[in-house]
C-alpha cells in the first residue's frame, strides 16, 4: 500500500510540526516515496535536516530562491504526487488553501497538484473552532479535501479543546484509507466482527474467550486499505479500530447478530472472525451473586454452584437460512473462521457446508505460532467447491491480504 507510493507531507508552522518527524520517518520505512515540503514558519520549529535525515530525500520550501528551479519543481512534484497530506494545518495554510491564494511553495503546489488533499489540523483551540476557520475546512471538504480531526486534549497552552495532532498511527491509518479510494474493493460495503463476546451472569461477571480481535482487526483494516466501506463490530477487545471504519461495539452474541442485521442489506460481504459464544446464562442476576447467598449454593454445605446456560443463536447458521429463503444479503460473500483445537480439517468442512460459506479460515489454536493473542497466524482456506489451500505461517496483516484477495475474487464472479 505504502510501498512506492508517492507522497507529499507539507509541513506548517504549528508546535506539533515536531510530531510529522515520526510520520515522515514511518512512511520512509513503509517504502514510500516522501517529498516534505516546509513553509517558512515550520523551520522555526524544526529544521529541514530533521526532515531530510528521516525521508532521505531532499525538503522543499522556498519557491522564490534566486535559482528559480524550485518555481519549476513545484509543478514536477504536484504531478508525480498520489498524497498531498498537510501534517500539521495551521489556520492560515487551511485559510490559503480555501481560498485558491498560492504564495508559498506549499500552497503553491496545493493548488497545482490532482492528487487527493488530506489536512491534519492542529492549533489553539479557539482559532480550530472560530466560524472562519470552520468555514474554510467545510470549503474544503466539499472539495473533496479529507479532513482528519483534531483531538481533544491539553494543548500547548494549558487549554483543554480541540486542537492536538492525533497520533502517527492514526495519521498513517487516514493516509492509507486515502490512497486506497479507487482500490479492488472501492463501493463495496464489508462487514467485518472481532473479538469475543461477553454473556453477563451478573453486573461484574461474565462468560467470555481468548479471541484478542487481531484478526479481525487486521481484515478491516486490510478491506479499508482496498477502498471499501468497512463496518466493524467488535466485541470488548483492547484495540483502537482502525481509522475511518464504522464501528460498532456489542457486548454480547445477541448484540452482534443484532447489529450484523442491522447492516446487511446493503452490505456485500460479511467476515465472522469474531468469536461468539455458543452460551449464555440463562438468567442475569441483577445484583452480584454473593457466594454464600442461596442462589449461588447448588445444595447447602457442598461448596458446587451450577451456572445454568441457554444456547445462543448461531449468526452464521441463522443467515445461511435466512439467505436460502431470498431474504435480504442473499448475494453476501460469507466469511466464516474456525478455532480448532483438534480434528480440523473434518470440522471446518462440516462447518463450510453447515453454515453455506464462500470461504471457511480455520486455524489450529494450539499452535503457539496461531490463533488468539499472536501476531502471526498459520491458516488453511477452504473454498466452497471444495478446493483448500494450505497457507504458511504469516503476520496477521498478511493472512488478511490473503484472504481478502479470495473475497474480491469472489465478488467479480457473483451474480447479481
Ligand atoms: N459463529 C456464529 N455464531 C455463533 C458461533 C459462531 O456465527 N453463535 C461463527 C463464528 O464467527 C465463525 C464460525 O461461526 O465464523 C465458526 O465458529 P466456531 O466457534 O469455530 O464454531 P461453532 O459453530 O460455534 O462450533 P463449535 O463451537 O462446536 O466448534
Redesign the pocket.
Known sequence: MLRNAHILVGICGGIASYKAVELVSQLQQAGALVDVIMTEHAEDFVKPLTFSTMSHRPVYSDLWEATGEAAERHIALAEAAELLAIVPATANTIAKLAHGIADNMLSAVALATQAPLLLAPAMYRDMYTHPATQANLNLLRERGAYIVEPEVGRLASGAIGPGRLPDTEVLLGAMRMVLGQGGDLAGRRVIV?AGGTQEPIDPVRYIGNRSSGKMGYALATEARDRGAHVILISGPVALSAPYGVELRRVET?IQMRDAIHSFITDADVLI???????FRPARVAAQKIKKDSGEAREREGSGEWSLKLVQ??????ELAILREDGQPGRHLICV?????THDLMQ?ARE?LRA?QLDLLVANDVTRSDSGFGTDTNKVLIFHADGAMEDMPVMPKADVAAAIIDRVVSLLGKRVN
Do not use: Y
Open positions: 466482527t452474541v465472522m472472525s469474531a468469536a461468539p459464544a455458543d445462543n443463536p448461531d449468526i452464521l447458521r466464516g473462521f474456525a478455532a480448532e470440522h462447518k453454515k
